[in-house]
């Protein structure tokens, strides 16, 4: 099942056959269903996107009097794709969707060919080109013939060779070059983190069975960091400008909008922002417990409570006014009216267990995922479906074709896709920092940090929190066993060995050593193979939302609501639930992009210090690549 597809798209392939949508979404819901079906490498598959949108916008620029091709006949990246232009036929329309169609064909099939889904790949973009009338056997590049399937091959051609010349090392399937691991690694199904280094840094993670977020079995011991020198990668509308060079062991590492390090913990004294890592990393773990259904602990998740964020904190120490440690959550003041409607939203009343762990699920785009780019492709269909959406750029001017509206959407939301990549993961592979897991696991095998007084002292160890952290003395419950006392418990989610039949089980929550605390995710996944600082869900969104606020003219979704109906007992993976229908809901972009990155602390993926810096990136690559897509338009910013 692709849990996604009742967010209201028409995601379901066999509907991409019947003309009811233009040529250019036809292609990408061919490229978001092989993303599916592909390994669940967010970096590789927001350059997919972008790639692909580039394609499709070309191929249609090329017929235009307005408008200007980004790559054909342009030099991006020292690559030269030339370009003599084309005689214009009678009939454009018809040109423009043959072009577009050779071009998305056989870039996705270059791109997908050593899938684990490329059979599917294949057999769905075939049967789109049948469907559509043209024939695959037409290879020709030649497009001075007035061919427009040429064109389309031509341009394919062209972005292939560029994409093996781009930074990404697409030819060695995108592996690191030079980055090195600086922790051995951590075997989550064992108790602790005994081989931890250097507790600022990221480790890998040892399974049994490792699959990713797609779905994929993984044939290895360890997965490497998936894109760790990202940051060599040829961007969209980033610049020299936003970037800054480091340099570790004699490799240089390309940093985009550079948000300084992250609190570091010093294991010796405790000095500088050991504090800050120590309360960011528990905030992790006291928010899992939050992720019982049976504690009776009722909210409204209506946009009438939720949403509405004035500003980001500005410091480590604001943080601690903009998450709320205990109850969960942040500042959120919600919607006093839908301006749509005039008329209050109205409330919508479930446990927080529920609210918790389905947006966990949601955003974590687990099984069948399209991974974050890619659900913001699918967030962009679903605004496309509406019928109360205006298709005019900016929400001015004359209503676009479904065709030119979805050329442009897809080729700015894909360039600022493309660019939160390379940020992101130019930082995370500069600052290799680590996860929630190998953190909590880390101070908890150190002690406690309240008082010297108190046994199992450790400037680095967990900071006392009474009813979630403490240290067990006595021997009744964990303290039963000898060897426990004096460790540190949590009462928190209690993790996947209470899980043995996930359609049924509920892990719960209570209390356990926190030698063996677990995020809220599969036990064949724990957590993503790369670092943690900054989030990638928190920079995509971001750049999604103002893309999508600036394109739509307007900050709201249509109507002044977007949903997603999570049905009782039938959406959760993890584990059974969620105990009552929930409905997601947001009434702007920018509240779907805040509510994903508050998903990452409720599964156990990210501390604060991962969020913060994440969104604010997202926002400056949002707004630049919406005004460097205009200057292709024909439009002024």
Same mark, same amino acid.
């Given at each position: 099942?692709?849990?996604?597809?009742?967010?209201?798209?028409?995601?379901?392939?066999?509907?991409?056959?019947?003309?009811?949508?233009?040529?250019?979404?036809?292609?990408?819901?061919?490229?978001?269903?092989?993303?599916?079906?592909?390994?669940? %490498?967010?970096?590789?598959?927001?350059?997919?996107?972008?790639?692909?949108?580039?394609?499709?916008?070309?191929?249609?620029?090329?017929?235009?009097?307005?408008?200007?091709?980004?790559?054909?006949?342009?030099?991006?990246?020292?690559?030269?794709?030339?370009?003599?232009?084309?005689?214009?036929?009678?009939?454009?329309?018809?040109?423009?969707?043959?072009?577009?169609?050779?071009?998305?064909?056989?870039?996705?099939?270059?791109?997908?060919?050593?899938?684990?889904?490329?059979?599917?790949?294949?057999?769905?973009?075939?049967?789109?080109? @049948?469907?559509?009338?043209?024939?695959?056997?037409?290879?020709?590049?030649?497009?001075?013939?007035?061919?427009?399937?040429?064109?389309?091959?031509?341009?394919?051609?062209?972005?292939?060779?560029?994409?093996?010349?781009?930074?990404?090392?697409?030819?060695?399937?995108?592996?690191?070059?030079?980055?090195?691991?600086?922790?051995?690694?951590?075997?989550?199904?064992?108790?602790?983190?005994?081989?931890?280094?250097?507790?600022?840094?990221? !480790?890998?993670?040892?399974?049994?069975?490792?699959?990713?977020?797609?779905?994929?079995?993984?044939? #290895?011991?360890?997965?490497?960091?998936?894109?760790?020198?990202?940051?060599?990668?040829?961007?969209?509308?980033? #610049?020299? %400008?936003?970037? #800054?060079?480091?340099?570790?062991?004699?490799?240089?590492?390309?940093?985009?909008?550079?948000?300084?390090?992250?609190?570091?913990?010093?294991?010796?004294?405790?000095?500088?922002? #050991?504090?800050?890592? !120590?309360?960011?990393?528990?905030?992790?773990?006291?928010?899992?417990?939050?992720?019982?259904?049976?504690?009776?602990?009722?909210?409204?998740?209506?946009?009438?409570?939720?949403?509405?964020?004035?500003?980001?904190?500005?410091?480590?120490? @604001?943080?601690?006014?903009?998450?709320?440690?205990?109850?969960?959550?942040?500042?959120?003041?919600?919607?006093?009216?839908?301006?749509?409607?005039?008329?209050?939203?109205?409330?919508?009343?479930?446990?927080?267990?529920?609210?918790?762990?389905?947006?966990?699920?949601?955003?974590?785009?687990?099984?069948?995922?399209?991974?974050?780019?890619?659900?913001?492709?699918?967030?962009?269909?679903?605004?496309? @479906?509406?019928?109360?959406?205006?298709?005019?750029?900016?929400?001015?001017?004359?209503?676009?074709?479904?065709?030119?509206?979805?050329?442009?959407?897809?080729?700015?939301?894909?360039?600022?896709?493309?660019?939160?990549?390379?940020?992101?993961?130019?930082?995370?592979?500069?600052?290799?920092?680590? %996860?929630?897991?190998?953190?909590?696991? +880390?101070?908890?095998?150190?002690?406690?940090?309240?008082?010297?007084?108190?046994?199992?002292?450790?400037?680095?160890?967990?900071?006392?929190?009474?009813?979630?952290?403490?240290?067990?003395?006595?021997?009744?419950?964990?303290?039963?066993?000898?060897?426990?006392?004096?460790?540190?418990?949590?009462?928190?989610? %209690?993790?996947?060995?209470?899980?043995?039949?996930?359609?049924?089980?509920?892990?719960?929550?209570?209390?356990?050593?926190?030698?063996?605390?677990?995020?809220?995710?599969?036990?064949?996944?724990?957590?993503?193979?790369?670092?943690?600082?900054?989030?990638?869900?928190?920079? +995509?969104?971001?750049?999604?939302?103002?893309?999508?606020?600036?394109?739509?003219? @307007?900050?709201?979704f249509p109507g002044g609501m977007g949903e997603f109906h999570a049905k009782k007992n039938e959406f959760l993976i993890f584990e059974n639930g969620p105990s009552v229908d929930v409905t997601l809901q947001w009434a702007t972009y920018r509240d779907a992009s805040d509510q994903t990155s508050l998903s990452r602390i409720w599964g156990g993926i990210h501390p604060p210090a991962d969020d913060i810096p994440g969104r604010i990136i997202g926002e400056k690559i949002g707004i630049d690549a919406y005004n460097f897509a205009l200057s292709f338009f024909g439009f002024e910013k």
């Amino acid at each position: 099942m692709i849990k996604y597809l009742a967010i209201g798209t028409c995601l379901i392939f066999p509907q991409l056959m019947n003309g009811q949508h233009s040529v250019a979404r036809q292609w990408n819901e061919v490229l978001l269903e092989a993303i599916r079906h592909d390994y669940a %490498r967010p970096t590789v598959h927001a350059r997919n996107l972008f790639h692909t949108s580039i394609a499709l916008y070309d191929a249609w620029a090329a017929f235009d009097d307005e408008a200007k091709p980004f790559f054909l006949g342009n030099t991006i990246g020292g690559f030269e794709c030339q370009f003599e232009g084309i005689v214009k036929p009678q009939d454009i329309k018809s040109a423009r969707e043959e072009a577009m169609s050779y071009a998305a064909y056989r870039l996705i099939n270059h791109r997908f060919k050593s899938s684990p889904g490329k059979k599917l790949v294949r057999d769905l973009s075939k049967k789109l080109m @049948d469907d559509l009338g043209y024939k695959i056997a037409l290879t020709s590049t030649n497009y001075k013939k007035r061919s427009p399937a040429a064109l389309g091959n031509y341009i394919a051609k062209s972005l292939i060779e560029f994409g093996l010349n781009d930074g990404s090392n697409e030819a060695k399937d995108y592996k690191a070059r030079y980055y090195q691991t600086g922790n051995p690694m951590l075997v989550p199904d064992k108790r602790g983190n005994p081989d931890l280094e250097d507790p600022n840094r990221w !480790q890998t993670l040892g399974l049994e069975l490792l699959i990713d977020q797609s779905g994929n079995e993984i044939l #290895t011991e360890a997965p490497e960091f998936i894109g760790p020198e990202w940051g060599n990668v040829v961007p969209f509308s980033l #610049t020299d %400008r936003d970037a #800054t060079i480091f340099n570790r062991a004699g490799n240089d590492y390309r940093v985009y909008h550079d948000p300084g390090p992250p609190p570091y913990i010093d294991p010796e004294n405790g000095g500088g922002l #050991t504090p800050e890592y !120590q309360w960011g990393f528990e905030l992790v773990a006291i928010w899992a417990s939050h992720l019982d259904p049976l504690d009776s602990v009722m909210w409204d998740i209506s946009p009438a409570s939720i949403g509405n964020i004035a500003e980001f904190p500005k410091s480590l120490e @604001d943080y601690h006014n903009f998450y709320n440690f205990i109850e969960g959550g942040d500042r959120s003041k919600g919607w006093d009216i839908n301006p749509y409607t005039n008329k209050p939203y109205e409330p919508q009343i479930v446990p927080r267990a529920d609210y918790a762990r389905v947006l966990a699920e949601f955003w974590a785009d687990g099984p069948d995922s399209e991974t974050p780019p890619g659900h913001w492709f699918t967030i962009l269909n679903y605004v496309s @479906d509406h019928p109360k959406l205006e298709k005019r750029l900016g929400g001015k001017g004359e209503i676009l074709s479904d065709l030119e509206w979805d050329v442009k959407s897809y080729f700015t939301l894909g360039g600022a896709m493309h660019d939160a990549a390379i940020s992101a993961w130019s930082i995370k592979g500069w600052y290799d920092y680590i %996860r929630p897991i190998s953190a909590i696991r +880390y101070m908890a095998s150190q002690g406690q940090s309240t008082s010297p007084d108190l046994p199992n002292y450790s400037p680095a160890g967990l900071p006392l929190i009474e009813g979630y952290i403490e240290q067990i003395t006595e021997r009744t419950g964990l303290g039963q066993n000898p060897k426990n006392i004096g460790k540190i418990k949590l009462k928190t989610w %209690r993790g996947p060995d209470f899980i043995l039949h996930p359609e049924t089980d509920v892990a719960g929550v209570g209390w356990i050593l926190a030698d063996d605390w677990w995020p809220y995710q599969r036990p064949t996944f724990v957590t993503p193979p790369f670092a943690g600082y900054v989030s990638g869900h928190s920079t +995509y969104s971001r750049a999604a939302a103002e893309v999508m606020t600036l394109f739509t003219g @307007d900050e709201f979704f249509p109507g002044g609501m977007g949903e997603f109906h999570a049905k009782k007992n039938e959406f959760l993976i993890f584990e059974n639930g969620p105990s009552v229908d929930v409905t997601l809901q947001w009434a702007t972009y920018r509240d779907a992009s805040d509510q994903t990155s508050l998903s990452r602390i409720w599964g156990g993926i990210h501390p604060p210090a991962d969020d913060i810096p994440g969104r604010i990136i997202g926002e400056k690559i949002g707004i630049d690549a919406y005004n460097f897509a205009l200057s292709f338009f024909g439009f002024e910013k």
